[in-house]
């Protein structure tokens, strides 16, 4: 169906039609919040405070084509908040059970890169994470953020130039 049928729909309260425009992107909502809760049960409970969130300020939303973006963020800032409140670190099983829907071609290439966005400032991962990881484009995260556009260029190009640099280090040690 129709993303701004479905958005006018949820709007005048229709829940079925809501729900509906998250489960077209629900793998991709759980693993923006499974990158900031790195555990599947808060993953799944952020989402589900997101989508209350959403749906209560769905009314906000001017255009109905940019539910996704708009959504997304609302998804962030409560993973952001969840993360803030509860650090928890994964379970090896955990990473094993999400390896494949990463599509890294193995847990240690997971782990490489986890470790490498972990050296990062927060607001960078966040940027590689959904430009490179969750293929957002320039301005749909920049739509996300709330940051102009030609920041968010500015910062992905630093931080891929920090990464390249620790990555040299990291190689020419072994």
Not at 66 to 94: C, G, M, P
Not at 99 to 123: G, R, T, V
């Amino acid at each position: 169906m129709d993303i701004e049928l479905l958005v006018h729909k949820s709007k005048q309260n229709d829940i079925q039609a809501f729900m509906e425009l998250l489960n077209e992107k629900q793998e991709l909502f759980y693993k923006i919040a499974f990158t900031y809760t790195k555990n599947s049960c808060d993953a799944e409970d952020c989402i589900s405070e997101a989508a209350i969130k959403g749906y209560e300020k769905l009314k906000q939303l001017r255009d109905s084509k940019k539910f996704y973006s708009w959504f997304t963020a609302i998804l962030i800032n409560v993973s952001r908040d969840h993360h803030r409140q509860n650090k928890r670190l994964t379970s090896e099983e955990e990473l094993i059970d999400i390896a494949d829907s990463f599509s890294y071609a193995s847990i240690e290439d997971k782990l490489i890169i986890e470790n490498l966005l972990d050296i990062l400032k927060h607001d960078e991962r966040e940027l590689l994470t959904l430009r490179y990881l969750k293929d957002y484009s320039i301005k749909e995260i920049s739509e996300i953020m709330g940051i102009p556009v030609n920041t968010v260029k500015t910062k992905i190009h630093r931080s891929l130039n920090f990464l390249r640099l620790k990555g040299r280090r990291v190689t020419s040690e072994y």
